[in-house]
């Protein structure tokens, strides 16, 4: 009877304590194991094992595959502890050039994860606003970025407005309505596409965006921000009982 409460009292421990903690995997191997000891309790028939005398090659093998999974894991770690100091220093300094250039080895390290090469192209964007010559490198990282992941409506609108500083109109007009094909209630991307076709005379208003026409007067481009403005509060102002 005490084993029994002792199981128990562990069991209950290793669940409250798995389902609660970080990092966000937890709870997924805790849910696991939880299953697999619930499913082992509830059997009527247990299973009859038979002794077979161990071989000496086995536990070496045992503590060879447990050793290369902790140093794995440790790898990860660290990879990931240096990506979180990298982010951490660009962010005091604004210094996104080093930063994004300190992420590829990163990146050569561990080409499948994909939050590293869309942090950045995201510093090679920031470093874009104040440098146009690095608008080329922020082009190509998000490109590269979103071969991995192609659903990602940001980064697609991020790279629209690369294309639109680096004079690539047509690719500008088609990442933008890419990222209004994964994210079609995104305001910014709708008030984007309009100033894009704008600037090209080839307006062809998207459907949402026929509430706003009336604040924008005649002959004036649509990225004029006052007047979006005007159409977004007049829009959604009302609706929070928010004073005119």
């Known amino acids: 009877q005490r084993l029994s409460l002792a199981a128990v009292a562990g069991l209950s421990g290793f669940t409250v304590h798995h389902l609660v903690d970080m990092p966000a995997m937890m709870p997924a191997i805790a849910l696991v194991g939880i299953v697999l000891i619930l499913y082992l309790a509830m059997m009527q028939q247990p299973i009859q094992l038979r002794w077979k005398p161990i071989q000496l090659s086995q536990p070496i093998l045992i503590i060879l595959f447990w050793g290369i999974l902790l140093i794995s894991g440790w790898w990860s770690s660290e990879q990931y502890r240096k990506y979180i100091l990298i982010l951490s220093a660009a962010t005091r300094s604004d210094g996104y050039?080093?930063?994004?250039?300190?992420?590829?080895?990163?990146?050569?390290?561990?080409?499948?994860?994909?939050?590293?090469?869309?942090?950045?192209?995201?510093?090679?964007?920031?470093?874009?606003?104040?440098?146009?010559?690095?608008?080329?490198?922020?082009?190509?990282?998000?490109?590269?970025?979103?071969?991995?992941?192609?659903?990602?409506?940001?980064?697609?609108?991020?790279?629209?407005?690369?294309?639109?500083?680096?004079?690539?109109?047509?690719?500008?007009?088609?990442?933008?309505?890419?990222?209004?094909?994964?994210?079609?209630?995104?305001?910014?991307?709708?008030?984007?596409?309009?100033?894009?076709?704008?600037?090209?005379?080839?307006?062809?208003?998207?459907?949402?965006?026929?509430?706003?026409?009336?604040?924008?007067?005649?002959?004036?481009?649509?990225?004029?921000?006052?007047?979006?403005?005007?159409?977004?509060?007049?829009?959604?102002?009302?609706q929070v009982g928010a004073p005119e």
Request: charged share 20%.
């Open 97 to 238: 050039i080093a930063a994004a250039q300190d992420l590829q080895s990163l990146i050569d390290a561990d080409p499948s994860m994909a939050i590293y090469q869309m942090q950045q192209a995201f510093l090679y964007g920031m470093a874009a606003v104040d440098n146009p010559e690095y608008t080329d490198d922020a082009i190509a990282a998000y490109e590269k970025f979103l071969q991995l992941e192609p659903n990602h409506a940001v980064s697609w609108a991020n790279l629209a407005a690369l294309y639109k500083q680096a004079g690539h109109d047509a690719e500008a007009l088609t990442a933008i309505e890419r990222a209004l094909e994964l994210a079609p209630q995104a305001k910014l991307f709708q008030r984007n596409l309009m100033v894009y076709q704008s600037e090209q005379g080839d307006i062809v208003f998207y459907e949402p965006n026929t509430l706003w026409v009336e604040d924008y007067p005649v002959g004036v481009n649509f990225s004029r921000f006052q007047y979006l403005r005007e159409a977004l509060g007049r829009q959604y102002l009302p």
